[in-house]
């Protein structure tokens, strides 16, 4: 018995070992609740942000705007809303973005945080903003 012991946890510590040293980012599921929220979310008109944050153990809180003039606009209030939620509940999960209006980003956010700073994340963040100009007008007055 204490063999097998013994080579479950070479084994375990050898998968843990490989897991650090891939180039796949963590990106935790999306818990079933805020999955529902989505869905509102995915309705509402104009430039929007959901930002999310899940902890490893599913523990989650989320933020989203909808209906501003700018994303930029739309994603202070959600980031406001988002550090609300984990400030309450106690949420250590890192906020990332999950979608720029229709276009779900999340992935890429959390790739992008692993490879190196907040600075760099931060950057990255910028970027797909920057990007979903060429995609839509996202700086454009909505239409009433």
Avoid at 24 to 36: F, L, R, W
Avoid at 60 to 71: E, R
Avoid at 91 to 117: C, F, H, T
Wanted: net charge negative; proline share 4%.
């Amino acid at each position: 018995m204490k063999g097998l012991a013994k080579i479950l946890s070479v084994v375990s510590i050898g998968a843990l070992v490989a897991g650090c040293a891939s180039d796949v980012a963590y990106v935790p599921k999306i818990p079933a609740e805020v999955q529902a929220k989505l869905l509102d979310y995915h309705a509402q008109p104009g430039n929007k942000v959901f930002v999310l944050a899940v902890d490893p153990g599913g523990d989650y809180a989320y933020g989203y705007d909808y209906g501003k003039a700018t994303l930029k606009d739309a994603a202070k209030v959600a980031v406001e809303k988002v550090d609300a939620q984990r400030e309450a509940s106690g949420i250590v999960g890192r906020p990332y973005v999950y979608a720029l209006n229709d276009r779900v980003v999340w992935s890429e956010m959390v790739r992008a945080a692993q490879k190196g700073s907040v600075e760099d994340e931060r950057e990255a963040q910028r970027e797909v903003a920057e990007d979903m100009k060429d995609d839509v007008e996202v700086d454009a007055p909505i239409a009433e």
